[in-house]
């Protein structure tokens, strides 16, 4: 199992303390740590160790690697994206697993790289 980051616990911490304590606290101001290096990263290595599935434009983790630069280019192409605000998340691949009661539940798996 992947353990999270030092920092990235404290960042959690902090927030779940925030919430805790201020019930009606909103918390406006979060945007700007979805395109941090560390947080990117660490999402990376968890969809990797889960063994994320290609999304619907059939991208793999082993092909993001193959291209130069690899995980930190498309990491670094991603963290800009979000900050710019010019990301554009593709559509979700949509597969049914099946029930035991015979009928089928819907699953959404988005892409490797989501642009």
């Known amino acids: 199992m992947l353990e999270t980051p030092e920092k990235i616990r404290e960042l959690q911490r902090k927030l779940y303390q925030k ?3 201020e019930k009606e606290f909103r918390f406006y101001l ?3 740590k979805v395109y941090r290096m560390d947080i ?3 999402a990376y290595k968890l969809v990797r160790a889960n063994k994320g599935a290609s999304g619907v434009d059939g991208v793999t ?3 993001i690697e193959e291209i130069e630069g690899g995980e930190q280019r498309y990491l670094e192409s991603m963290a800009e994206e979000l900050k710019d605000k010019t990301y554009k998340a593709k559509p979700v ?3 049914y697993i099946p029930k035991t009661d015979g009928s089928k ?3 959404g798996i988005p892409t490797v790289i989501p642009k």
């Open 105 to 107: 539940r819907p699953l």
């Open 19 to 21: 919430a805790k304590q």
């Open 30 to 32: 979060l945007y700007d």
């Open 40 to 42: 990117l990263s660490h």
């Open 93 to 95: 691949r949509r597969v």
């Open 61 to 63: 983790f082993e092909s």
